[in-house]
């Protein structure tokens, strides 16, 4: 019983984990969304990669300032745990508008893997890919899943 109600924690924990980090994107609250990073986190968001958390902050920062605003609304996902670590694959939707006053949507993937660092589970890897990037009447075209995750 001890081994279940440690798999229900450590799901719960890392499902915590990935809402903060969208919480943190649509606050635009650089110190929380911060947290949610291993000290050694690599991050790559559409083959632009960061690693070590003060490069990922900095991409971070790059980023929402290009943006007037951002929501991110994770959708669905998949964990799996072998002690200390873990990896799992997360849907998500944005909605935002850029600082030229454009208005964008896309839908992704991001590919994961976590580190419980501290007692508390962190991202130590985290892979954006856009299975969708364009108007948000989505009149572009799809990008195909990418193939080598």
Not at 87 to 113: C, I, P, Q
Not at 119 to 148: K, Q
């Amino acid at each position: 019983m001890a081994d279940l109600a440690r798999a229900i924690t450590d799901e719960l924990s890392i499902r915590n984990l990935v809402a903060r980090y969208a919480d943190a994107v649509n606050r635009r609250d650089t110190d929380a969304w911060a947290a949610t990073w291993s000290k050694g986190g690599e991050w790559n968001v559409m083959g632009n990669p960061a690693k070590g958390r003060e490069a990922v902050v900095a991409l971070f920062q790059q980023l929402m300032g290009g943006l007037s605003w951002v929501v991110q609304l994770p959708y669905s996902g998949t964990i799996e745990v072998a002690g200390d670590e873990g990896g799992g694959r997360w849907y998500l939707g944005e909605f935002m508008k850029r600082v030229d006053g454009t208005a964008s949507s896309n839908v992704g993937v991001y590919h994961d893997r976590y580190v419980r660092e501290g007692g508390e589970w962190v991202f130590a890897r985290r892979r954006f890919d856009a299975l969708y990037m364009g108007p948000p009447d989505l009149s572009a075209d799809p990008n195909p899943f990418p193939d080598d995750v």
